[in-house]
């Protein structure tokens, strides 16, 4: 088997959880580092993400750290947080037993891979890299609202005054879009979702759209333009009149997975609409089978 390993290069916990996978994987496989962790084992030879070839990509972060790695990687992620909320990962920071019994499971094999829809896109025709969570298109000034078009299948649908809109995957929907009171969309179903970032209409409402359809956006009069943004992470200028056309993508994310459930992993992140506080004596217990 053959394994990839990067890490966030800024987090302390990250470079540590990430020296301690290394040596716990030991000669059980062979391990290819990223750049993005060239201070450890600086000995051994280290390549760009996109370069790696592994069976299992293992990302250590938060979830930018994944987001990012999901850009650059088609291989299968292995996510292990060690940041701060880590709605991607399946595996948490704090709790090393949690990490050897994940590797462990790797290593011999007992492992699942679910894949997530991604977006593509084109900025004024340009191709763009793919994306897991979602792309923005905000008004270039900050604090200046702009007049956004809105075409489906480039029928144009309408017209929102905001400063930007979000349309994001199942995935992204739990990030950037939730925050702008948008759905949730539980990841196994196939779906875009369109969301106004603070619309001068309250009323204004996001919608979720059939996956085979392509979503195109015009900036009418933002001034100085607009920027498109991958992941809250890459930005791309948008000239005023220029068009992104947006798309489900034919390449898919794909996570390894132990068996945890979707909305157990949200459970104590704050992000489930009902009360997670009601019934915790009762919290973990599965209800019994239908009869």
Avoid: C
Wanted: glycine fraction near 10%.
């Amino acid at each position: 088997m053959k394994l990839g390993l990067t890490a966030n290069p800024g987090k302390p916990e990250a470079l540590r959880l990430a020296a301690h996978v290394l040596e716990r994987i030991g000669d059980r496989a062979e391990v290819e580092l990223s750049t993005e962790v060239n201070a450890l084992a600086p000995d051994r030879p280290h390549r760009p993400l996109g370069e790696l070839r592994p069976d299992v990509l293992i990302a250590i972060g938060g979830d930018g750290t994944f987001l990012y790695t999901l850009r650059r990687s088609e291989a299968p992620l292995l996510p292990i947080n060690a940041g701060t909320v880590g709605v991607l990962a399946g595996v948490g920071k704090g709790a090393p037993d949690d990490v050897d019994g994940a590797l462990e499971r790797l290593l011999s094999g007992r492992y699942s891979l679910e894949e997530r829809m991604k977006l593509a896109a084109e900025v004024d025709g340009h191709p763009t890299a793919d994306v897991t969570n979602e792309f923005v298109v905000h008004s270039a000034a900050v604090g200046k609202m702009g007049l956004f078009e809105i075409a489906v299948d480039r029928h144009v649908v309408g017209e929102i005054r905001a400063d930007g809109v979000i349309v994001a995957t199942p995935t992204g929907s739990t990030a950037y879009s939730l925050s702008s009171l948008g759905p949730i969309v539980d990841p196994s179903l196939e779906a875009i979702v369109v969301t106004a970032i603070a619309p001068f209409r309250v009323q204004a409402r996001a919608i979720v759209v059939d996956p085979l359809h392509t979503i195109r956006l015009r900036p009418l009069d933002a001034d100085p333009g607009a920027v498109v943004i991958l992941d809250g992470q890459e930005e791309i200028p948008l000239r005023r009149d220029g068009e992104v056309t947006l798309y489900r993508s034919p390449r898919r994310a794909t996570l390894v997975r132990f068996g945890s459930q979707y909305f157990e992993r949200l459970r104590g992140k704050g992000i489930l609409p009902w009360s997670e506080e009601a019934g915790s004596d009762r919290r973990g217990a599965d209800l019994p089978p239908a009869a």
